[in-house]
């Protein structure tokens, strides 16, 4: 007589365990980057907006001779002295608005452009609360990423 094993249906535990393993690695792997991905993602944002601002900035020195410095949320239109201001308008942004955005004189390089993540109301403004970016009339730029504590060189 020929006694035939049925073959056991499903999984055993220890695949089981062996796979929970497997997924909680490559979770605990993914993370970090996603993080870096998104750090990156925001700096990049800031970077379009201040780029553009250094732009409107040169083209309004080029018209008036002068830099027209601005605070927070003024970046549109507002007039000093008479003149017209820069007619800038970043549009929607995911991490970093127009009151993001503020210009400062400065002696030596003209001006410096801060996009302050502290200051933003876009759809996702919580996650950038702590990252400044700043650049500088001749194109250096530097980071922070605890609101201005510390900062990297500029470059």
Partial sequence: MIVVRKAAAGFMFVQLI?????VAILVVSAV?????????AMISEALTGVGAVRSAEQVYYSA???YLPFGSGDISNQPTDALPGLGLDLGESIYFDGPCFCATLDGIYGFVVTA???A??????EKVREIIVQM???GLIRYSYDGGKSWTKWR
């Fill in 32 to 40: 970090p980057l996603y993080k870096l991905q998104l750090k990156r």
């Fill in 116 to 118: 302050d993540g502290g």
């Fill in 136 to 138: 500088r009339g001749n």
């Fill in 18 to 22: 062996i796979v929970a393993i497997i």
């Fill in 120 to 125: 933003s109301t876009a759809l996702h403004a």
């Fill in 64 to 66: 008036y001779g002068r």
